[in-house]
């Protein structure tokens, strides 16, 4: 079974010397999200996707952000230069949910 989402944000820079990149998903795709993917939550609440980015494709966790009450796709230094993105780009993510269980 997989779910399929789509959606465009902003790629953020985590503020410290050698911080995360992130993509925080839209309000009205986590609610969604909270609903499908309760059943196969992770630790701390994570969930296993595969995202794609200009045609790069790779495994992650998206991971539950108190402070924005949504998920954040973590984009690792290999997938933004592939993409050729940086901190600031308004980018097109597809995540597709892992489900196992």
């Not at 296993?48 to 949504?70: E, H, Y």
């Amino acid at each position: 079974m997989t779910t399929s989402y789509t959606f465009r944000a902003e790629l953020w820079h985590y503020p410290e010397e050698a911080g995360w990149h992130f993509i925080t998903l839209p309000p009205e795709l986590t609610e969604e999200l909270k609903d499908q993917a309760a059943p196969f939550r992770k630790s701390f609440g994570s969930v296993k996707v595969s995202a794609c980015i200009a045609a790069q494709r790779w495994q992650t966790s998206l991971f539950p952000d108190s402070r924005t009450n949504s998920y954040l796709l973590p984009v690792k230094k290999a997938i933004r230069t592939a993409a050729d993105i940086r901190a600031g780009d308004e980018v097109d993510v597809e995540i597709d949910l892992i489900f196992e269980g």
